[in-house]
């Protein structure tokens, strides 16, 4: 008797997006980051977060997921960078602080409702960086909001759309 593989390549698999659905998100995640890096270029404003790009995915892949709705978008990002600033000043950017930044992130996007699963790497673009107050409004709250200004417009494009599910 052949024991059977533990962990089948495929067979366990989520299927494929739909190909339209596919191009659907590709093109929304290079409208909004076109329009928060182009806007910031040409303001000369911080406006680009690295986690805004796995925000995309959610946002334009799956924009009926509670992790893609504005609430979560916006408030995730703000709560999990803030509570970044807030412990890199209490306690600098060591690795522990680091650990207990985005425990905490994590913990408050929770208990406020508002989980975002990519602002969870906030706080460490927080301490890696080694950045200032300011960046709480640009890039964090200012490029959210452009990337949900672009998401309302976009995914309520077209017959049969709706986003978001649920504002507050």
Request: charged share 5%; glycine share 12%.
């Amino acid at each position: 008797m052949v024991d059977k593989p533990r962990f089948q390549a495929t067979e366990n698999c989520p299927p494929r997006l739909p190909w339209k659905t596919i191009g659907f998100a590709w093109l929304g995640a290079v409208l909004a980051t076109a329009a928060f890096a182009g806007l910031g270029n040409t303001l000369v404003l911080p406006l680009v977060l690295g986690s805004f790009g796995a925000s995309c995915l959610l946002v334009f892949a799956y924009p009926q997921s509670p992790f893609a709705q504005p609430r979560n978008v916006i408030g995730g990002h703000f709560v999990a960078t803030l509570t970044g600033l807030i412990l890199m000043g209490i306690f600098g950017s060591g690795w522990w602080n680091m650990a207990l930044a985005v425990g905490t992130a994590i913990a408050l996007m929770l208990i406020l409702r508002v989980p975002h699963p990519p602002a969870g790497s906030n706080p460490l673009i927080v301490m890696l960086g080694g950045v200032g107050w300011d960046f709480l409004l640009t890039p964090t709250l200012l490029g959210s909001l452009i990337l949900v200004a672009v998401a309302l417009f976009y995914n309520n494009w077209g017959e049969g759309r709706r986003y978001p599910t649920y504002w507050f």
